[in-house]
């Protein structure tokens, strides 16, 4: 089934090179576009798109503005934050405010591609290029941790590995041969550490890791 996109974008040089990044990866459509967040709900509430791709920084309604609108709304679309901007605190707030993927504008084609999937998914997305200041700021919030991570959340010590292992960007594939594992293994260790964790996307594990102190800054 094809993925129906909304692009929300105040400079059209910006949508038409996101428009023409998209016609490039099968199983995606543009259905419409917006200039300004003040239209996002309406265009939403027309056009029910699947995802959102949304500037932040826009003449009248901000992008930041318009996502808070969008959830007041009870709007199932998703939203995959397209921005210029490295801000840490922007980038927190946009993904506490419901965002469900943060990617910089000077993106690639594969990396869109890569970050639409996942959110297509029901997963979160960071571009690599913002990963380090997300942590960062993550870790301006966290608290010593009382026991090892592997105890309080009932993890082995082969998942508390692959957990690093998933945090820092290894793929599958990655991981199982580092390790001398089947992917099938991996996606089974991957699966369960998601399970009692309750936490299902990338981005929720990162910034757990970073709280737990399983990662730090120079890992």
Known sequence: MTCRLLLVDDHSLIRAGVRALVSDIPGYEVVGEADDGGQLLDQARTLMPDIILLDLS????????????????????????????????????????????????????????????????????????????????????????????????????RQLEILRLIVRGKSTREIANGLGLSIKTVETHRSQVMKRLQIHDVAGLVLFAVREKIISLDD
């Open 58 to 157: 826009m003449r009248s309604t901000s992008g930041l503005d318009a996502l808070t609108q969008l959830n007041a709304s009870g709007s199932a679309c998703k939203v995959l934050i397209l921005s210029m901007h490295t801000d840490p605190e922007l980038i927190m707030r946009a993904l506490e405010g419901g965002a469900h993927g943060y990617l910089l504008k000077d993106t690639s084609a594969s990396e869109l591609e890569q970050a639409l999937s996942a959110v297509r998914n029901g997963e979160r997305y960071l571009s690599p290029a913002i990963a380090h200041t997300v942590i960062n700021q993550a870790l301006r919030h966290t608290r010593p941790a009382r026991r090892p991570a592997c105890e309080r959340h009932n993890l082995t010590a």
